[in-house]
């Protein structure tokens, strides 16, 4: 029951740091995916990296514990967390030119 607590607690924080750091892009991290006559896409990684960080952070705190079991769980939930803001589309922003 803690760890699906614990994969659950992990998920909801790389969910939420992917959102955060898509919608208020504090690194100001962008690039153009594609380009089409009057529309540009970008992808704003800042949400991206804020995830990537918190889950080092997590990983090395579980090896300095010699808690290493728990990596599986922390690498499960940080790709589901990512996989459903890629499919929820976080840090793609169009642009329109008239």
């Known amino acids: 029951?803690?760890?699906?607590?614990?994969?659950a607690a992990q998920l909801?924080?790389?969910?939420i740091l992917f959102a955060v750091g898509s919608f208020l892009h504090p690194f100001n991290?962008?690039?153009?995916t594609t380009a089409a006559a009057g529309?540009?896409?970008f992808f704003i990684a800042?949400?991206?990296l804020l995830a990537i960080g918190a889950f080092l952070a997590i990983l090395l705190v579980q090896f300095l514990r010699k808690r290493t079991c728990d990596s599986p769980w922390t690498i499960l939930s940080f790709v589901l967390a990512i996989g459903i803001g890629y499919a929820l589309k976080f840090g793609f922003v169009t642009r329109e030119f008239f």
């Open 1 to 7: 029951m803690k760890t699906v607590l614990a994969i």
């Open 12 to 15: 909801l924080l790389f969910f």
């Open 29 to 32: 991290l962008h690039w153009a």
């Open 39 to 41: 529309t540009t896409r």
């Open 46 to 48: 800042d949400g991206l």
